[in-house]
């Protein structure tokens, strides 16, 4: 008889997967298998972590008051930057857990790998 291949994704996979967005992140640290796989749960951990920085960091740019059409701009020009560092952030690690390498960023990095191996 054949030997049956595991069916589904590899954790390199599953890594990469938790940076598109922040809910597959969220899915992967709630639900079982994938919550057992310290790979999987350092990309989720950091991909939540990141996620939310960038979330306050529009929210806290949203309270800069727009007096005129230039601080308009400035602003937007702001938000749309930290957006695009988000973005090639992620990318970045999602090519580098695609590789089975776990990139730990500054600051959060650190703290996600200690998520993982709990």
């Known amino acids: 008889m054949p030997d049956k291949k595991p069916s589904g994704l ?5 890594g990469a997967i938790a940076y598109i967005t922040v809910v597959p992140a969220l899915f992967f640290l709630a639900i079982a298998p994938y ?11 950091q991909s939540t972590i990141l996620f939310a920085i960038v979330f306050i960091v529009t929210i806290a740019l949203s309270y800069i008051p ?23 952030i992620s990318i970045w690690c999602a090519i580098s857990a695609l590789n089975g390498k776990r990139l730990k960023l500054p600051l959060i990095g650190a703290w996600s790998e200690r998520q993982a191996n709990k």
Not at 10 to 14: E, F, K, P, R, V
Not at 67 to 81: A, M
């Open 10 to 14: 590899s954790d390199n996979s599953l």
């Open 35 to 45: 919550n057992k796989k310290p790979y999987v749960r350092f990309h989720a951990w």
């Open 66 to 88: 727009i007096f005129s059409l230039l601080l308009g701009v400035v602003y937007w020009g702001l938000c749309t930057l930290v957006l695009i560092v988000w973005a090639l």
